[in-house]
């Protein structure tokens, strides 16, 4: 790249773990566009997916689901089911009566239901055959009285009517989670603007939509082990479900995480799916495999929550933000889930691109009777970043300022802390806006195409891996270890899960990069709790971060390990011993030197094996205050986007020809991944922007209305626009060898982008998610009509909001706590 | 009751087979579960997605909508049958290259609909490319590093000395 810099990166970085000791200049592996580890495997059709596992003696798993969205369980007759031939096992809730969830704050989940369901397709019972067929048959055969009860298909019907209550605990009523926070007096921020305004959005909840279906197998050892295999995301953490719920010791437990068909965020939460099949195992000492339909797994969900927004803003002038006070409501489905993590995310990430001195964040997470949402790429920040993106293009008109020019001139500092406590370190999206601005030809274009086509910018940013674990304990988030072999091989065994991202090339290219060897010589093991050391997981953008230091660390001390014996050997000061291309050698006089492989046998002669373990914590996040342990992260990603459209203003259809994305990646690892990972961003996004829905039926038992991967409509080869992407360097010192994330972040400005763009085409504002035909039709028709020329949410409704949690923001003093606690809450909390 | 099984005898990568299973199974379900053949996926059994693509005499077809019995005496290809010996199929070589395999979920179907695209039209537009591949999704690359290791295997198939764009792999500068 032309606009790269020359400077070494060296004298940037702190001391302590995972830095790099090497500037750009001297990388070999790193920054290349290296093919994958397992790109054979996966273009031979070898690499192996959970469904393809096949044991011998096999048993099959099927799920009995809900019919109902709401309803008690009377009674649940499975006798015919056991009796039919070929059916080894029935469970039902009362066999697996401990709950679960992936948070330790909302442990609500069953594996299968145990008095009451809670969506149509809640799992109800499970039954182990010899074949699917028989499983399937079996499931007709058991007979399950239920007791309909009121179901709530949406947030604001959750909120407006506590009863009958969904869950047994709740912050109030349905309402599963109450969130009140304000940094600064933002009614003061008000009364400085020269301007005020106020808009309400709603992002419709969508899926992750995996190719592959999850599946997962178990086998139980008569000795007592039990293994599983699953395509998840998180294997540690379904190591601990499992152990929780089946009450044996995690020792007895193997996770293997398959290689994903895609996740998205999707399976990232221990599922009933996995509990059943391990405890179909170890009853009926068989292994078995479970792999569900696309309809179930559209049951499973976990995705994008439906969120209502209203966002306030005070402005001067020029654009710069007085305060800002964001509401927002989300609608959580029938369980926890990530949900609680969700919810704050929702107004966590406002502060870090645009300085906002003053800042408020109201957010509610309601129980209803549909799929449960979660975690979908991004986590909870597209729904609020559409909102903030759309509301600031209004406010630039009003301002009568150019969008770009008004992000331009007010970027949050880099090396900076944010009203709400987040240390922003490295901040590239000035250079990100200049790229899309000059690349688009925005000044050329923006406000002067012809009618119907239409030009829009936004622009987002995003964590490079969650500050805080997701069950608090003191540990690493990510570990790595290294067997060096006296044949010059290098294994790197690892925690972390390969759903496509390419996270086991990150292991390699950076072991490689270190020990300056072939990244062909180096064996990746991961996603195994047997053989690897924890990662969290593949979520919140953490991997290449914190495998990737944890992958330094391991691999510079195996070189400071390796160093001395040759060092001796060639008789040279340690200090002058240098690693790369596959030898190892005096730095001043390169020509003196061993193959690695050498090296590595004079080591293991004098030391014994050699093998090398590394491990990485993110930094202390600066809140202190309750809530405070959603939105730090090491380092924080930055992109934006132009979107061009055609709208046509007879039918309302929105085409989407071109995307310009620019991402601060802050440095990259491997070229060819970071380009997927952007374009697959801007994919994703599109879908979301335009087609994307969890629709359900309220009306009609708050059914889904389209379970299946023909009507759930996502962009095909003929949907999915041109994309002209930058990659933006701005080495972070928290990341290896500078790298932020680059795998959610560009998806966030896609949707506002297409939004803005559809307004300079034909002067409608659509402040919802999708913009589809219809709603881009009622709106024109209003505008015709001399209405309000906008389709969107029109109320937001009251909610008992608890008394503020207030933390003064860093300019007003204090350290990041709250200067009152909460007082005078009126509604009960439980665990 | 499971069904007597029926035998048929067909071609598959290049190899004359004979196999028996339950008749009312699929191709992808024989393919899968009586060849071992695990390279073919599945996404929705339902004729939505493609990813259970493979070639019957040449032409793609979703394995998930025909029936193991319709194949007696036919031509299939799967993805295994697409390297030549140890060595990669241009189009496999391409993907792997460009990162056009994400997931990998969903490229056999890709590899295996973009084999037959070239067969009959070696130097395809990108519109050409864009309308052989509109029945397969892929939620991983927004295909676009697809379509690019489509041309670029068509490339090398005409014998041209093809390497990836810069930008292809690097961004625009």
């Known amino acids: 790249m032309g606009s790269r810099k020359k400077k070494k990166t060296t004298e940037r970085r702190k001391d302590g773990t995972g830095m790099q000791r090497q500037g ?393 802390l944010t009203a709400n406590w987040l240390r922003v370190g490295t901040m590239g999206l000035g250079r990100c806006i200049e790229k899309v601005v000059a690349g688009s030809e925005w000044k050329r274009r923006f406000k002067k195409l012809p009618h119907g086509q239409g030009i829009g910018l936004a622009c987002s940013s995003y964590i490079t891996g969650a500050g805080l674990p997701i069950y608090w304990n003191a540990m690493p988030h990510s570990g790595v270890q290294l067997k060096c072999d006296r044949g010059g091989g290098v294994t790197v065994f690892c925690g972390s899960t390969e759903i496509g991202q390419g996270s086991d090339s990150i292991l390699a290219m950076i072991v490689a990069e270190v020990l300056g060897i072939d990244p062909g010589h180096i064996a990746v093991v991961t996603g195994d709790t047997d053989l690897t050391p924890v990662d969290l997981g593949s979520y919140s953008s953490r991997v290449t971060l914190m495998t990737g230091n944890a992958a330094i660390q391991a691999a510079e001390r195996a070189r400071d390990l390796i160093a001395p014996h040759a060092a001796r050997k060639l008789e040279v000061p340690a200090e002058r011993i240098v690693f790369a291309d596959g030898r190892v050698f005096d730095v001043e006089q390169p020509e003196h030197g061993l193959g690695f492989a050498e090296a590595v046998q004079l080591a293991e002669a004098a030391e014994g094996t050699v093998g090398t373990v590394g491990s990485y914590t993110p930094p202390r996040s600066a809140g202190r205050y309750r809530g405070s342990g959603v939105g730090p992260s090491p380092a924080y990603s930055y992109s934006a986007c132009v979107a061009l459209v055609d709208v046509d203003p007879a039918t309302g259809i929105v085409r989407v020809p071109k995307i310009w994305i620019a991402h601060d990646v802050g440095r990259v690892i491997n070229a060819a991944s970071v380009m997927g990972q952007i374009e697959g961003s801007v994919y994703m996004g599109l879908g979301e922007a335009l087609m994307e829905e969890m629709a359900y039926r309220g009306n009609r038992n708050v059914v889904h209305k389209i379970p299946s991967l023909l009507e759930y409509k996502s962009p095909t080869t003929l949907e999915m626009c041109d994309v002209v992407t930058y990659v933006v360097e701005d080495p972070d010192p928290n990341g290896p060898f500078g790298a932020k994330e680059c795998g959610q972040g560009p998806l966030l400005p896609v949707p506002p982008a297409v939004a803005n763009a559809v307004y300079d085409a034909v002067g409608v504002r659509i402040d919802e998610v999708p913009i589809t035909p219809e709603k881009v039709f009622k709106a024109l028709r209003r505008k015709d009509k001399g209405e309000e020329p906008r389709f969107g949410p029109t109320r937001f409704p009251e909610i008992p909001w608890p008394e503020p949690t207030r933390v003064p923001p860093p300019w007003e003093g204090g350290d990041g706590t709250a200067v009152e606690q909460s007082v005078g809450r009126t509604v009960a909390r439980h665990a | 009751m499971p069904d007597a099984k029926a035998k048929i005898a067909l071609d598959v990568n290049g190899e004359p087979i004979e196999v028996a299973f339950a008749p009312h199974k699929t191709l992808l379900e024989v393919l899968r579960e009586d060849l071992g053949l695990t390279g073919t996926k599945h996404g929705c059994e339902l004729g939505e997605c493609g990813t259970c693509t493979v070639l019957i005499d040449g032409t793609p077809v979703l394995s998930c909508l025909v029936l193991g019995l319709a194949c007696a005496g036919r031509r299939v290809k799967t993805v295994e049958g697409m390297a030549d010996g140890g060595v990669l199929h241009p189009l496999q070589e391409a993907f792997a290259e460009l990162g056009a395999a994400q997931c990998g979920y969903c490229t056999p179907a890709f590899l295996l609909t973009a084999d037959a695209l070239l067969a009959e039209t070696p130097r395809p537009a990108r519109e050409q490319i864009k309308e052989a591949l509109a029945g397969n999704l892929c939620r991983c690359t927004g295909y676009l590093k697809i379509y690019e290791a489509v041309e670029l295997a068509a490339a090398r198939m005409r014998g041209e000395n093809a390497k990836p764009a810069r930008e292809t792999l690097y961004g625009q500068p």
């Open chain 1, 24 to 416: 750009r200049s001297e990388c070999r592996v790193v920054g290349t566009a290296l093919r994958k580890v397992d790109a054979t495997a996966k273009v031979t059709g070898a690499t192996r997916f959970a469904d393809d596992l096949s044991l011998p003696r096999m048993l099959y798993a099927k799920l009995l689901r809900s019919p109902h969205p709401h309803a008690r369980i009377i009674v649940i007759d499975a006798s015919k089911a056991r009796a039919l031939p070929g059916v080894k096992a029935v469970l039902t809730g009362t066999d697996l009566p401990i709950p679960f969830g992936i948070l330790p704050v909302s442990q609500d989940e069953h594996a299968l239901a145990l008095d009451k369901v809670r969506f149509v397709g809640d799992p109800v019972a499970a039954v182990a055959a010899t074949s699917e067929e028989i499983a399937t048959a079996a499931l007709d055969l058991i007979d399950v009285q239920y007791e309909p009860l009121r179901a709530f298909p949406d947030a604001i019907d959750a909120v407006e009517h506590p009863d009958p209550s969904i869950h047994d605990y709740a912050d109030a009523g349905n309402i599963h989670k109450l969130i009140d926070l304000e940094f600064g007096d933002v009614d003061a921020g008000f009364r400085e603007a020269d301007l005020v305004r106020e808009d309400l959005f709603f992002f419709e909840g969508n899926t992750h939509l995996p190719m592959e279906q999850h599946a997962a197998a178990a086998d139980w050892s008569p000795g007592g082990r039990l293994t599983v295999w699953s395509s998840t995301q998180t294997p540690h953490y379904v190591h601990r479900a499992l152990a929780k719920v089946l009450e044996l010791p995690a020792a007895r437990i193997r996770v293997i995480a398959c290689p994903n068909g895609g996740g998205f965020g999707g399976k990232s939460d221990p599922f009933s799916h996995e509990i059943v099949v391990a405890k179909l195992a170890v009853l009926t000492g068989r292994p078995i495999k479970i792999t569900l339909t696309r309809e179930e797994v559209f049951y499973c969900h976990r995705g994008r929550h439906p969120t209502l927004m209203w966002v306030k803003t005070g402005v001067k002038k020029d654009g710069a933000i007085t305060g800002m006070h964001f509401k927002s409501l989300l609608d959580g489905g029938g369980y926890g889930s990530y949900g609680v993590a969700s919810t704050y995310y929702t107004g966590a990430l406002q502060t870090v691109t645009y300085p906002i001195p003053r800042y408020k964040f109201q957010g509610a997470r309601a129980f209803t009777n549909k799929p449960p949402c979660g975690p979908k790429r991004g986590h909870g920040t597209p729904q609020p970043r559409f909102a903030l993106e759309v509301h600031l293009d209004k406010v630039a008109e009003q301002l009568g300022m150019d969008p770009a020019e008004l992000r331009l001139r007010h970027l949050v500092p880099p090396n900076s």
